[in-house]
């Protein structure tokens, strides 16, 4: 029988959102009816989470900070846990309180650079410690700031969150040959197929590798999404919550490999401000795999994935070690 693909393309969560399903002739109906289901998910979501629209859950959490808890559904309660224990695990390098810093900089709309007055008064707003949950059931709860003027944002998660939901939604509809890239996160069901890895020092669409997988998420995060240089230094968006600047981890990108593309999205972002040594064991010690470039160029590689790593151009595999040097064995 013959096989077709369908594409279906929708802005949403603050990003372009695609997937890409192959199914046979026969299984068109469904398919549509999948691919709309996911569209509606995820503008479902958007609704709840965006800190852009003064009527989501996020909105009235922050507008209450500091005075009382609100009402949250079931699922913004998933990310909420999740989030606090991602917290908890990266010590903090990853917190979704940092809207404050993220504001401040702005990066991607200003080029300015905020006094360090500036910075020590928006970092005392910055404490995942603050967010308070209560009603852990399959029901709805509620959720707060401790402090006046904290706020907390989703977006770094919810794009993997709204993926893991897209493909439970192709897979009960027997869906199985697809790719669902929201934003750069991936998930990959089917047949083996090649991911272009950016190069960190190339023009965006640049691939400086491609990895083959199947059946698994696939995440990037990187210095080169949002930056502005300044007195020859690059100020890139993947603030510190620890310092209240862009990180300085000797990391360009992280790129993981796994099976939650929601718990991928926390970590790249915590592996990239944590650095190559602390990042390359909480990863391994996760069963992720993952790819490390330095803002040298040097690439690291878990072990697991060398032999489904391979550069484009005139890059050869001997830029590649195993593991960083000083990471425990």
């Known amino acids: 029988m013959r096989m077709k693909t369908m594409t279906k393309t929708f802005f949403a969560l603050g990003t372009v959102n695609k997937i890409s399903i192959s199914y046979k ?29 003064p009527t989501s859950e996020m909105s009235a959490l922050n507008a209450n900070s500091g005075r009382s808890g609100v ?22 390098a990853f917190d979704i309180t940092t809207q404050p810093l993220t504001k401040l900089w702005s990066i991607g709309k200003s080029s300015r650079i905020p006094s360090p007055h500036e910075i020590r008064k928006a970092r005392k707003l910055v404490g995942y410690e603050d967010l308070v949950i209560d009603g852990a059931g399959n029901g709805f709860g509620t959720a707060g700031l401790r402090r006046k003027g904290q706020s907390a944002d989703l977006g770094a998660i919810a794009k993997g969150h709204a993926a893991d939901l897209a493909h439970d939604i192709l897979s009960g509809h027997g869906i199985h040959e697809a790719v669902i890239n929201f934003g750069g996160t991936v998930i990959i069901s089917g047949s083996p197929k090649s991911i272009g890895i950016q190069d960190p020092g190339a023009p965006v669409g640049t691939p400086m590798g491609s990895i083959t997988a199947s059946d698994t998420a696939v995440v990037t995060s990187g210095s080169y999404e949002k930056y502005f240089i300044k007195d020859g230094r690059r100020y890139h968006h993947l603030i510190d919550p620890r310092t209240g600047e862009p990180a300085e981890s000797g990391l360009a990108s992280v790129t993981l490999i796994g099976p939650s593309a929601m718990e991928l999205d926390a970590l790249t972002t915590a592996v990239f401000v944590m650095g190559i040594q602390k990042g390359f064991n909480l990863v391994r010690e996760r069963g992720l795999e993952g790819i490390f470039i330095t803002d040298q160029g040097d690439v690291f590689l878990t072990e697991n994935i060398r032999g489904k790593f391979r550069f484009s151009g005139s890059r050869k595999i001997t830029d590649i070690r195993r593991q960083p040097q000083t990471a425990g064995a």
């Open 71 to 92: 009402r949250i559904s079931p699922d913004t309660m998933k990310i909420l846990l999740a989030s606090k224990e991602w917290s908890e695990i990266t010590d903090g």
């Open 25 to 53: 002739e026969a299984d068109e109906g469904k398919v549509m009816q999948a691919a709309d289901l996911v569209k509606q998910m995820t503008e479902s979501m958007d609704d709840r989470l965006s800190v852009f629209k």
